[in-house]
């Protein structure tokens, strides 16, 4: 059994800034970590080692210090760590990011049994990379997974959506993108850490890839970031303060939203 994790180096904070001139992310003077939901998705794929005998595959694509999280993710027990980096894959919008993603990992392996994303990146915020690179494998997805079970090549998960959880089973190979709910990520060894230390990283650039350049980076992105702002921080039409008469204070917010007919 073979299972691939995604994962993503992030900027340590869930304030990203933006530059407001070239609407891109400032990444400066901030302390970068695995994307918090990807330390879920590797735990899963972890869990299928430890049951299963699975070899864990970690791909990330970023700069060249992204391979510090590919190094995390083997002191915590993945077999090897690719890392998709080149000049050339800079600027990717999603759908660019998924088609990298997804060639690297038809050049690892053609037949996977289990590709295992997080929900969604804290910066980038889409929760798109998922469900793009099982569109462009051709894979099952399954989204918002919290539990997972693999007997003689079914799957069996929980996910989580709105209106409650639905329980799926089916057939392997499949794509996941995988939920804080999931099992708690695990700490890496001391001995884990050590091995880490020494392991060497695979590093493919676009050409090892066999992507076609015109897809790449900045060139194969059609997203057009026109503006990104924080919005502004809403005033309030009322200001309520209770001090002694708790009911009065109660009776007059009940008044406000019934004048705006939210409340009849
Ligand atoms: C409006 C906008 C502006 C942006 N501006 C910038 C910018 O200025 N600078 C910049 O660097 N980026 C920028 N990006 C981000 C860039 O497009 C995304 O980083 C990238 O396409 C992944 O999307 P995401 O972060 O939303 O990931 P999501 O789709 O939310 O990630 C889902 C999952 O996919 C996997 N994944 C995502 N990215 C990677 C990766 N690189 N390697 C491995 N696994 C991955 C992880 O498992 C992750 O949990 C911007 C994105 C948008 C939408």
Same mark, same amino acid.
């Given at each position: 059994m073979h299972v691939i994790v995604c994962i993503k180096q992030v900027p340590d904070t869930a304030n990203v800034k933006i530059?407001?001139?070239?609407?891109?992310?400032?990444? +400066? !003077?901030v302390e970068s970590i695995v994307n918090p939901f990807d330390e879920y998705a590797l735990e899963l794929a972890l869990l299928m080692k430890d049951s299963h005998g699975a070899k864990v595959s970690a791909i990330t694509m970023g700069p060249?210090?992204?391979d510090v999280i590919l190094r995390e993710a083997l002191a915590r027990g993945a077999d090897e760590g690719i890392l998709l980096t080149d000049r050339a894959f800079a600027g990717a919008d999603t759908l660019a990011t998924s088609y990298t993603i997804s060639q690297a990992i038809k050049k690892l +392996? =053609?037949?996977?049994d289990l590709i295992l994303f997080g929900k969604?990146?804290? +910066? !980038? +915020?889409?929760?798109q990379v998922g469900p793009g690179v099982a569109e462009y494998l051709g894979m099952t997805l399954l989204c918002n997974v919290k539990s997972l079970e693999i007997n003689n090549n079914r799957f069996r998960a929980e996910t989580s959506h709105e209106d409650g959880t639905d329980l799926l089973e089916g057939d392997l190979p499949c794509v996941m993108t995988v939920l804080k709910e999931a099992p708690a990520p695990r700490f890496a060894s001391l001995s884990g850490y050590i091995r880490a230390r020494k392991a060497s990283i695979t590093k493919w650039v676009a050409a090892d890839t066999g992507a076609e350049p015109s897809r790449l980076g900045l060139n194969g =992105?059609?997203?057009?970031?026109v503006k990104i702002f924080s919005p502004p921080v809403r005033g309030c039409d009322m200001k309520c303060e209770w001090k002694k008469d708790k009911d009065k204070a109660l009776q007059s917010i009940i008044n406000v939203i019934k004048k705006k007919g939210v409340w009849k």
């Open positions: 530059n407001p001139e070239t609407n891109t992310l400032m990444r +400066d !003077g060249p210090q992204a +392996d =053609s037949h996977p969604q990146a804290i +910066d !980038g +915020d889409t929760a =992105s059609p997203t057009k970031v």
